[in-house]
């Protein structure tokens, strides 16, 4: 095995946006089979501790790629690219608009104990979150475009904030 | 996550929480958002015939820190000129709230909002460039 590996390479996959997930999950589970603690119990300590060591790799690696947000984040980084720079807060401003009114929304929602208005946003949200996603895929593996893919991603995590929030204002109802 | 006792006095008590009509002419409008935590914070600022910054009102949704952050820079800038409110620096509003080091965006994001609402009031009337945060907005 080849630490220098990046986390596609270590699954056999395609550095895309667009995975097998199937193939992913096969993938992963044959390494965690082939490192597994109890193949090394009679090892020397040194493989004992290489083989932990990879073990934590490929999980890390595996949780990064099983999710849409890291995998793009991930795949940005491959680029150079840090996405989530938190001394970037330029957003387009009819996008931070809709967010305001968004979670003005949510509020008033929740004040008014509003269960309808709560699933009409959720749907709203979700939708946008979906259309997001697609919109992630052709900036990534289609068109190649970075710095559009990097823009869509933070817009994705505002609306995975908000999701987030939603589901904080359904459990505050109950 | 302990919250430094300033921190929690404008986010119980927050200054100046509301909005400015935005068309009005004397009134400048900063947006800006924090895509690692998901925060967005509206500052507005109220200028009169002098240059000075009469009033200042916000609307923040985020944690303690951006809340309290926010609310500090409107109480600050009120009286200010523009020029004084553009050189707000983050590191003092982090200084003031005694921000944690992980908290540190949320002075910046304060920061970029005046920045953002002097720039749009100053694009109003004519006068200077754009203001556009940290970093140049991705052109496509």
Redesign the interface.
């Known amino acids: 095995m080849d630490f220098n590996q990046d986390h596609f390479a270590l699954f056999g996959l395609t550095p895309t946006f667009a995975i097998d997930a199937e193939a992913l999950d096969r993938a992963y589970r044959e390494l965690q089979t082939e490192i597994h603690p109890d193949r090394f119990a009679h090892a020397g300590e040194a493989e004992q501790r290489l083989a932990m060591q990879w073990s934590t790799r490929t999980n890390e690696a595996y949780q990064t790629l099983k999710s849409p947000f890291a995998r793009a984040k991930y795949l940005l980084e491959l680029q150079g690219i840090q ?11 009819e ?3 809709q ?2 009114e968004w ?1 003005e929304s949510l509020m008033a929602a929740l004040a008014a104990a509003d269960y309808a208005g709560l699933q009409a946003l959720e749907q709203a949200a979700k939708a946008e979150a979906e259309r997001l996603l697609d919109l992630l895929a052709a900036d990534l593996d289609a068109r190649r ?1 970075y ?2 893919a ?2 869509t ?3 994705y ?2 609306l ?3 999701l987030a929030d939603i589901d904080n204002a359904y459990a505050e109802l109950e | 996550m302990s919250y430094s006792e300033k921190v929690l006095d404008h986010y119980e008590n927050p200054r100046n929480v509301g909005t400015f009509n935005k068309d009005e002419a004397g009134v400048g409008t900063g ?8 925060d ?1 914070m ?1 500052l507005q600022i109220r200028v009169n015939d002098q240059g000075v910054i009469e009033d200042a009102k916000f ?1 923040t ?1 985020g944690c303690g820190s951006a809340i309290a952050s926010s609310s500090l820079v409107t109480e600050w800038v009120k009286g200010k000129t523009l020029d004084e409110a553009m050189s707000l620096k983050n590191t003092l509003i982090a200084e003031e709230l005694a921000l944690p080091p992980v908290k ?2 949320c002075s ?2 304060a920061e ?2 005046i920045k953002a609402a002097v720039a749009d009031y100053r694009q109003k009337h004519g006068g200077g460039g754009e203001y ?9």
Do not use: W
């Not at chain 1, 996405?83 to 401003?93: K, Q």
């Not at chain 2, 556009?132 to 496509?140: F, I, S």
């Open positions: 996405a989530m720079d938190a001394n970037n807060t330029a957003m387009p401003a996008f931070l608009m967010q305001m979670r475009d710095p559009a990097s823009e991603l933070r817009k995590r505002f995975e904030k908000f | 947006m800006v958002g924090a895509p690692a935590c998901g967005v509206k609307k949704y540190i965006h910046i994001l970029d909002a556009t945060a940290c970093n140049p907005p991705k052109e496509h």
